[in-house]
């Protein structure tokens, strides 16, 4: 493994460890609240305004409307999907507990995630489903079982 790929797999696990912080403090938002979507508008709104600034440091220029017209249709679910994880992550954290949430939502996607490389769908290469991988992601939803029962 290079020096890169080893980087890039510390920023995957850092991002990874910012999904029960994220659920936590939207769970205890929509407490406050007294409800689920509105603390999920709330994050949203913080996400925004954090992205806007950093793209006013970096200074990132907006893209071109011509270029947002070409993105394929399905490039355009990432907020969506965004706001579905919000929203679930708050409904569904607190009764679950961050362990289990997390355990269910990491085999969730992973198991989307190999079906997505297998078939080369959303624009990531093709990965077959080997039989290692097949017999890995299981592994990872029976973690989640166990988490849950635990």
């Not at 290079?2 to 205890?28: K, R, T, V």
């Not at 929509?30 to 992205?51: F, K, Q």
């Not at 039989?131 to 973690?143: P, S």
Request: aromatic share 8%; charged share 5%.
């Amino acid at each position: 493994m290079s020096l890169g790929q080893l980087g890039a797999c510390l920023l995957a696990i850092l991002a990874g460890a910012a999904l029960p912080l994220q659920a936590g403090a939207n769970a205890e938002m929509s407490r406050l609240v007294g409800y689920p979507l509105t603390a999920a508008l709330v994050s949203a709104l913080v996400s925004i305004t954090l992205m806007g600034m950093l793209m006013l440091f970096f200074r990132v220029p907006l893209p071109a409307p011509q270029t947002l017209a070409q993105a394929p249709w399905w490039s355009w679910c990432g907020g969506a999907m965004g706001v579905a994880f919000l929203v679930l992550a708050t409904l569904v954290a607190p009764s679950l507990g961050a362990a289990t949430f997390i355990a269910l939502a990491i085999a969730g996607q992973m198991g989307i995630s190999v079906f997505f490389d297998h078939f080369a769908l959303m624009g990531f290469p093709a990965r077959p489903a080997s039989l290692m991988r097949i017999i890995g992601a299981g592994m990872i939803v029976g973690g989640a079982v166990f988490v849950q029962r635990g």
